[in-house]
């Protein structure tokens, strides 16, 4: 829950194109943050911070700075983006953030989905249907 004085501007709230709610406050990253955002456009990076820490924040800015890689057909030579975590809860609640902050088509894929015995091509479609990866 944030807290607000009375001095904060009222958020306002604008509709993607998907219709979900976002606000429109906006978030300054931390010093570091930029540092890992800028080390990992430069080369792959494995960012390990604690909890609360913006790691979820951090990849929304470089998702959002590659956004145009992505954006572009598997076909063509488009980019794809993984996203891992440990847990089925975590897939659900990294993917709703990225789909809330981009207008990337998100696929959640988690072991019970039988994601490990999928053939060649279930996972060429997956791949032309989907730009990120959870």
């Known amino acids: 829950m944030s807290v607000r004085s009375k001095s904060d501007p009222p958020r306002k709230v604008i509709k993607t194109r998907r219709e979900e709610q976002v ?3 906006i978030f300054t990253p931390r010093t570091y943050q930029v540092e890992l955002l800028d080390a990992a456009l430069q080369r792959n990076t494995l960012v390990c911070l604690g909890t609360g820490s913006g ?25 794809r983006t993984f996203f891992l975590v440990e847990t089925v809860p975590l897939v659900c609640q990294q993917a709703k953030v990225l789909r809330t902050h981009t207008d ?28 990120m990866k959870f």
Not at 56 to 71: G, M, N, P, Y
Not at 119 to 127: I, T
Request: glycine content about 10%.
């Open 23 to 25: 606000h429109s406050h």
């Open 55 to 79: 790691k979820t924040f951090i990849a929304v800015l470089l998702v959002k700075e590659l956004a145009h890689d992505i954006r572009a057909a598997f076909q063509d030579g488009g980019k």
């Open 104 to 131: 990337l088509l998100v696929g959640e894929y988690v072991g019970e989905m039988g994601v490990d015995y999928w053939a060649k091509g279930r996972w060429a479609a997956e791949f032309k249907k989907h730009q």
